[in-house]
C-alpha cells in the first residue's frame, strides 16, 4: 500500500516537472528562433539580408530541432524546415521580394507553435 | 506534455462514463476501470510505436497518465465507499425469490435470453435452479443454487417467450401451434406482452413468469422432443 502511493506520487511529481520543463523549455527554444526570424525578417524587409544570414539562421534550427524533436510531433518541425529553405533560397538568389512572405510565414509559424502545445481549452478537444 | 495528460484524462473519463452506461453485459469479467484501461493502453502503446512523427515521449507521458488515473482510482475505491459504487458499479440481483427482476434486466440493458446464457454457462439449465441469481459488478454471472436443481437433468429447456416477444423458432422446436400457444396464455389470463419469461422443457414443464408477477411451474403438452 505504501509502496503502491508512493510511486503514484512519484509519477506524479516526474510529471509536474515534465510538464512545467515542456513549457518552459518550449517557449525558450522559439523565443530564441522566432528572435532570429524576426532579424531576417527585418534584413529581408531592408533588402541587406545575405547568404551568411540564412545560413545562420538554418544553423540555429538545425541545432534546436534535434532536440525539439523529442518533445514536439516531426511534422511540425518539417513545416517549419519547408517554410525556412523556401525563404532562404529566395534570399541566397538575391529575391527578397519572394523572400519576404516566405519569412513572414516562418515568424507566424514560430510565434504561434508553441501555443498549439500550451494548455488551453481550445487544445485539449 | 500537461495537455497530453489532460487529453488522456477526458479520453480516459468518457469511456470509464460510457462503460458504465452500457451496463454489465459489456464488461465481462473485469471491473469498468480495468477494461477501459485495457482498451486504451494497447492503442496507447502502439501509436507513437508505429508512427514516427509522434515522439515517444507522447505515448510514454499517456501511459503514465493511466497509471496515475488507475492508481488515484484503486485509492478511491478503498478510501471512499460511496466512489467504489460510481466507479465500478454494484451487483444487480437479477433473479430473485419471486423469479426474473425486470428492472435489473432493464437498467443493466440485458434480456431474458442474456440472462439464461449466463445461467447455462455458470451451469444452471432452468431459470428455477437458483434462489438468487446477480450479476457482479465486474460483468460475472453468480448465484445461489436451490437444492432441488438438477432433477431434470436430461432437458434442456427452451425460451418460448423473452421480454413479451414469442421466439417463433422455439415454438416450432417443441411443435406448439399457435392456437395452442395462445390458449395457454389465455387460461393464464395473459397476453403475449405481459409474459415476462416461458421456458419449456421436454416434458412439458413450463417456467412461466408474468411481468411484475411471481413466477409459476406450470404443466404444458408438448408434441415434440429435442
Known amino acids: 500500500m505504501v509502496k503502491s502511493i508512493s510511486y503514484t506520487l512519484a509519477a506524479i511529481a516526474l510529471c509536474v516537472g515534465l510538464f512545467i520543463f515542456y513549457e518552459w523549455y518550449l517557449n525558450k527554444q522559439f523565443t530564441e528562433f522566432s528572435d532570429a526570424v524576426e532579424t531576417l525578417y527585418e534584413k529581408t524587409e531592408n533588402r541587406t539580408a545575405n547568404r551568411e544570414d540564412g545560413y545562420a539562421v538554418k544553423t540555429m534550427w538545425a541545432d534546436k530541432k534535434a532536440k525539439l524533436n523529442v518533445f514536439i510531433p516531426h511534422n511540425d518541425i518539417s513545416y517549419v524546415d519547408y517554410w525556412l529553405s523556401e525563404a532562404c533560397g529566395h534570399i541566397y538568389a538575391g529575391d527578397y521580394e519572394g523572400a519576404l512572405p516566405k519569412v513572414e510565414v516562418l515568424r507566424e509559424i514560430s510565434v504561434n507553435l508553441p501555443h498549439a502545445y500550451s494548455i488551453r481549452l481550445e487544445n485539449v478537444f | ?226
Request: include cysteine.
Open chain 2, 1 to 226: 506534455m500537461a495537455l497530453i495528460f489532460i487529453r488522456t484524462a477526458v479520453i480516459f473519463i468518457t469511456l470509464l462514463a460510457v462503460m458504465r452506461l452500457m451496463g454489465k453485459s459489456q464488461i465481462g469479467e473485469m471491473q469498468p476501470f480495468e477494461f477501459v484501461i485495457t482498451l486504451l493502453i494497447a492503442e496507447l502503446a502502439c501509436i507513437p510505436m508505429a508512427d514516427s512523427s509522434i515522439p515517444l515521449l507522447y505515448g510514454i507521458v499517456s501511459i503514465v497518465t493511466i497509471f496515475i488515473l488507475h492508481q488515484i482510482i484503486w485509492l478511491l475505491d478503498l478510501w471512499f465507499k460511496p466512489m467504489k459504487t460510481v466507479i465500478c458499479g454494484k451487483p444487480s440481483v437479477v433473479i430473485n425469490r419471486d423469479g426474473v427482476d425486470y428492472y435489473q434486466l432493464k437498467k443493466n440493458n440485458l434480456d431474458v435470453s442474456d440472462l439464461v446464457e449466463s445461467m447455462r454457462a455458470a451451469g444452471y439449465f432452468n431459470l428455477d435452479d437458483v434462489y438468487y441469481g446477480l450479476y457482479e459488478a465486474n460483468g460475472s454471472f453468480s448465484a445461489l443454487e436451490k437444492e432441488s436443481k438438477g432433477e431434470e437433468k436430461n432437458s434442456l429447456p427452451l425460451l418460448l417467450v423473452d421480454s413479451g416477444k414469442a421466439d417463433k423458432k422455439n415454438l416450432a422446436k417443441c411443435g406448439l401451434g399457435r392456437e395452442e400457444f395462445y390458449g395457454f396464455l389465455k387460461s393464464q389470463n395473459a397476453r403475449e406482452r405481459d409474459v415476462l419469461a416461458m421456458t419449456v422443457n421436454p416434458e412439458g414443464r413450463v417456467y412461466f413468469q408474468k411481468k411484475g408477477e411471481k413466477y409459476k411451474i406450470l404443466k404444458l403438452k408438448v408434441e415434440k422432443t429435442w
